[in-house]
């Protein structure tokens, strides 16, 4: 059986099937996340061209964010189009947690812009040999806006762990305050000077490392109410 991962979170949506825990298949687009379906057909062509009939896809994984409100809500509603004919499972990992399991770090501090003058931020411990991630308290992330933080810019050095390792999404509008709150901070590693986006491939080996840790029939992580 065949699953299929994608992450329309960021600005580099990428895809991979894997087979048995094994990526047999990666594809990334250049470009936002668009609202047009034509990524969907681009879907199905990259199956069929790696021979992987749609019918031999038993389960569904997304990456839910935070980040693109139209990327992660049409990825989630096309799955969820694809899954219903058989009722295959769809589960949610979030984009926050493939983006610190990238990194060379145990501590991983992965910040973004949630607008409205306040950024999110997520602390993860990371298992890179086991492809697992985990909250500070070594419990199992949950997958949901509950296991993020919201604050403003002159709290965030006080949300940032002893040693850890700082990475955004949005870099090129957050450097100056993550450069800031790192030199308050004094104990962390210099922060990740550039962009880093979250991975398909990633989001598989997280989901397939821990199966248990999935959230089935995800929603969106939003930090914010919707108004």
């Keep these: 059986m065949y699953s299929l991962i994608l992450d329309r979170s960021s600005p580099l ?15 990334v687009w250049e ?10 057909a681009e879907v199905r062509d990259l199956l069929a061209g790696a ?57 991983v501090t992965v ?3 949630a607008r409205r003058n306040r950024l ?16 500070l308290d070594g419990n199992a992330p949950t997958h949901t806006a509950d296991d993020f933080t919201l604050v403003a810019a002159e709290d965030l050095a006080a949300a940032i762990p002893e040693g850890a390792c700082v990475v955004s999404p949005d870099w090129e509008r957050l450097a100056p305050v993550l450069r800031a709150a790192v030199a308050a901070r004094g104990d962390a590693r210099p922060p990740v000077a550039h962009v880093v986006y979250p991975s398909a491939e990633v989001i ?17 992580i939003y930090l914010h109410p919707a108004v």
Excluded at 13 to 27: D, I, K, N, W
Excluded at 31 to 39: D, H, V, Y
Excluded at 74 to 92: D, E, F, I, N, T
Excluded at 204 to 220: D, K, Q, T, V, Y
């Design 13 to 27: 949506p990428s895809l991979a099937v894997f087979r048995g825990g094994e990526a047999v298949l990666t594809h």
């Design 31 to 40: 470009g936002e996340p668009s609202r047009a379906p034509q990524w969907v």
């Design 51 to 107: 021979a992987i009939p749609l019918d031999a896809v038993g389960a569904f994984v997304c990456g839910v964010g935070p980040g693109s409100f139209s990327g992660i809500r049409a990825c989630l509603a096309a799955v969820s189009g694809l899954a219903m004919p058989r009722q295959c499972p769809v589960y949610g990992i979030a984009s926050a947690a493939a983006i610190a399991l990238a990194q060379a770090a145990e501590v």
């Design 111 to 113: 910040v973004g812009d």
């Design 120 to 135: 999110w931020c997520m602390t993860y411990r990371v298992d890179a040999a086991a492809s697992r991630v985990r909250l």
């Design 204 to 220: 598989g080996r997280i989901a397939f490392a821990e199966p248990s840790a999935r959230r089935l029939e995800p929603s969106p």
